[in-house]
């Protein structure tokens, strides 16, 4: 996935001169070719993380389109104040792409975990927020960035994530349907469609039929297709790699209470708990010890259905 992200940005700047890259932290050859070609247009800014937001920002206040790409717990926790005040405020086009979003760097510890930035980012106005689920949707994700206006926040998989989405377009602000069912909705983002997808099947031999809501917009939130399919629908569970608390389970939950559904609405959010982990692992032996996996939406969606 950051693979297919950076060269995109490669081929946005070979077609448009306002396109500027801001490395930080990153490893050696990192877009060289892009350095060789385009050397005014390139720059790598050491671990300074601050510093690079606040040089993106005062680049797009001239006109640039700025992208910058470092390590997504660093760009969200140590950048905040920059995000707020030096880019968003201003709504300046800036284009944040963060790596290893929620536990990619698990092993790495709570340093290099990014598990509440989906919360943190989403309150900041003017931002718009995308967690793709693969490299072929960030493929399709891109060239809608270069005419975007405002700033954009990327979060990112670990990369060689499965291909799991299908369509051949995107658009901002567009969730996607990956089932149709009358007893449960799934509403996920980024990699956790593969989780949803695993978890339908599971469901279906079970004989419990699910919608499965794929957002890769985080903000702004399809509000009208996540009703419209809850409304058709006896519960729903939100699947994220993030915290629960004021992430896309809390936003979902948001949509859900403001549209005063005529009929009650069981919900569930699965994610990361309000707790610091004492565990050690993999991203996957972090999702199977807190539940971002099918077998557990099953169990969650059969104990709402029993009430």
């Not at 509403?187 to 079970?206: D, F, R």
Request: some cysteine; glycine content about 10%; overall charge neutral.
């Amino acid at each position: 996935m950051r693979k297919a992200c950076l060269e995109q940005v490669y081929e946005l700047a070979k077609k448009d001169k306002r396109v500027v890259f801001i490395g930080s932290d990153l490893g050696a050859g990192t877009l060289c070719h892009f350095q060789e070609e385009m050397p005014d247009r390139f720059f790598m800014e050491g671990i300074a993380e601050g510093h690079a937001v606040g040089m993106a920002s005062g680049m797009a206040h001239e006109g640039k389109i700025v992208y910058i790409n470092t390590i997504q717990s660093f760009l969200t926790r140590r950048c905040y104040e920059q995000i707020v005040l030096d880019a968003c405020l201003h709504n300046l086009n800036v284009r944040f792409i963060g790596n290893g979003g929620g536990l990619v760097y698990a092993p790495l510890g709570p340093t290099h975990w990014a598990t509440e930035d989906l919360s943190i980012l989403r309150v900041i106005p003017n931002l718009t927020i995308l967690s793709p689920a693969d490299a072929e949707e960030m493929v399709r994700i891109m060239p809608h960035t270069l005419s975007h206006p405002g700033p954009i926040f990327i979060r990112l998989g670990k990369g060689y994530d499965p291909i799991v989405t299908k369509e051949k377009s995107f658009k901002v602000g567009k969730a996607y349907s990956y089932g149709e069912g009358k007893d449960v909705l799934l509403v996920g983002c980024g990699v956790t469609l593969g989780v949803m997808q695993k978890a339908g099947e599971m469901l279906a031999k079970e004989g419990i039929e699910a919608s499965i809501l794929h957002t890769p917009t985080v903000k702004p939130l399809d509000a009208e297709m996540i009703i419209s399919k809850a409304r058709n629908t006896s519960c729903v569970i939100s699947v994220e790699e993030n915290t629960i608390l004021g992430g896309l389970g809390g936003a979902v939950a948001e949509i859900l209470a403001e549209a005063c559904l005529d009929k009650p609405l069981r919900f569930k959010r699965i994610g990361l708990p309000d707790t610091f982990s004492a565990h050690y692992g993999s991203q996957l032996e972090h999702f199977a010890h807190i539940g971002i996996t099918a077998e557990n939406i099953l169990c969650e969606a059969q104990k709402l259905l029993r009430k």
